[in-house]
């Protein structure tokens, strides 16, 4: 079993940054790669970014290549999604989710956190 719990998103202006976090606890979180979600309104969830176990790979949607930047730091228990030069159609609700493989197919993960609240004014 593995808790996922997201913080950081809000209200930010186009062209600004935020920094989402999602803390894991249930697991070692070294043996799962992890992934970002996010889902706007109307729309199905889609894929944003995913990094394998040790953080060597990633893999990014097209939609946010060169913008969003995924980290995680396995001694705290944490990935990160930095992003940068945010656009409205960013706006969505951001999910973490873990793996046990290094995947961008929703259907490969196997835990969620809540969500978090990213809205992009223009």
């Known amino acids: 079993q593995v808790q996922l719990v997201e913080s950081g998103g809000g209200l930010v202006q186009a062209g600004g940054s935020l920094r989402l976090s999602c803390a894991a606890s249930?697991?070692?979180?070294?043996?799962?790669?992890m992934g970002w979600f996010r889902q706007a309104p109307g729309k199905e969830r889609e894929f944003v970014a995913a990094m394998s176990r040790s953080g060597g790979s990633t893999v990014y949607a097209d939609s946010v290549k060169g913008r969003f930047t995924i980290s995680r730091d396995n001694a705290r228990n944490t990935v990160y999604l930095q992003m940068n030069s945010l656009k409205p159609e960013d706006t969505a609700v951001y999910y973490c989710?873990?793996?046990?493989?290094?995947?961008?197919?929703?259907?490969?993960?196997?835990?969620w956190g809540q969500g978090t609240q990213v809205t992009v004014s223009s």
């Open positions: 249930g697991r070692t979180f070294s043996s799962y790669a």
């Open positions: 989710a873990s793996t046990g493989l290094f995947s961008r197919l929703e259907r490969s993960y196997d835990y």
